[in-house]
């Protein structure tokens, strides 16, 4: 694949366009996430899908750092908050909401709830997590006016192109449904981050980076690269007690990462590199544990090839969808 072979353009220390570093030159200051809970609930868990879930989805609706649910948004942020201004006491912050389906109730209650986190003294801006199919013009309309008003992205759960994998794993969408929403979701010039998973059982690397190519070519403004974690209490989880599956190695992960960066747009944004599950619930892969090592090594790595986000990326004819 013909490529870029320029002198790598360094976003800071790293050869990729981190978010830390995108949101310091959007804010000209440190800016960090802080995970809520606001109670949302899931069609995929309250039976208007299914009441399963997605199979991998822990019982906190990925929400597992989140604020505590049932607690306030004032009281999660100020408990959040603290931990973290310890570190940057002058940052500012992002209102993330993070646990289960985040567009998943009335335009109303969607208004007064992110309201509420827009009042949050040093929000600078909300991020929303969802699915999809959670993604209706009215809901649309709210999401336009946050917009208007603070900085604003919206993170779609994709994990994969391919439908086996979607049916395999109960998303209760289709890649389809994610290239709708996304299309809809830049008619309002709301950005997007979207959503991958690597290594899901029955994937191959080719699978994978498949998926990653196609997000390559859609006009999306970030991405988040998720590990594969099978956690305690979940259907898949279970199902590997029961059955154990292989699980990508700590280097053939590594290595997946480091090709995949060279094949994304410059210009997109890296929201993540590897994911966190609370250690008490985690099954596999025990090695994800030691995040920043995983992060050192994929920075290793990417020198030693003396690659870059966007080395290989081929601007494709048309970005429509």
């Not at 985040?102 to 309201?115: E, H």
């Not at 801006?125 to 309309?141: F, K, M």
């Not at 395999?168 to 309002?188: E, I, M, Q, T, V």
């Not at 920043?292 to 986000?309: G, P």
């Amino acid at each position: 694949m013909a490529g870029d072979e320029r002198t790598p353009n360094l976003w800071g220390d790293k050869r990729y366009q981190s978010l830390n570093y995108f949101l310091r030159r959007k804010f000209g200051q440190k800016v960090f996430k802080v995970c809520l809970d606001a109670g949302f609930s899931c069609p995929n868990r309250d039976g208007t899908l299914s009441n399963t879930g997605c199979l991998f989805c822990s019982a906190r609706g990925s929400g597992d750092f989140a604020g505590r649910r049932g607690s306030s948004l004032e009281e999660q942020f100020a408990e959040v908050k603290a931990f973290m201004h310890k570190k940057w006491p002058q940052a500012e912050y992002i209102a993330y909401f993070q646990a289960f389906t985040n567009t998943y109730a009335s335009p109303a209650v969607l208004r007064g709830i992110y309201g509420q986190a827009l009042n949050l003294e040093g929000v600078v801006g909300l991020a929303i997590a969802t699915r999809p199919d959670c993604l209706g013009e009215e809901v649309l309309d709210v999401l336009q006016e946050v917009m208007q008003k603070r900085y604003l992205w919206v993170e779609l759960g994709l994990q994969s192109i391919h439908p086996k994998s979607a049916g395999r794993f109960n998303l209760g969408y289709s890649f389809d449904d994610f290239l709708d929403a996304l299309s809809r979701l830049k008619d309002r010039d709301i950005e997007c981050c979207a959503h991958l998973i690597l290594g899901l059982p029955g994937e191959s690397r080719d699978d994978m980076m498949a998926s990653a190519l196609k997000v390559a070519g859609l006009p999306l403004d970030g991405i988040k690269l998720h590990l594969l974690h099978v956690m305690k209490d979940t259907p898949l989880g279970c199902l590997y007690q029961q059955r154990p599956f292989d699980i990508l190695s700590r280097d053939e992960y590594v290595e997946m990462v480091v090709d995949i960066l060279e094949i994304l747009p410059a210009d997109m944004v890296i929201h993540r590199l590897t994911g966190d599950s609370p250690r008490h619930t985690l099954l596999e892969p025990q090695w994800s544990i030691n995040k920043w090592e995983v992060l050192n090594l994929i920075d290793r790595r990417l020198a030693e090839k003396n690659t870059w986000q966007g080395k290989y990326w081929i601007k494709p004819p048309e970005l429509s969808i």
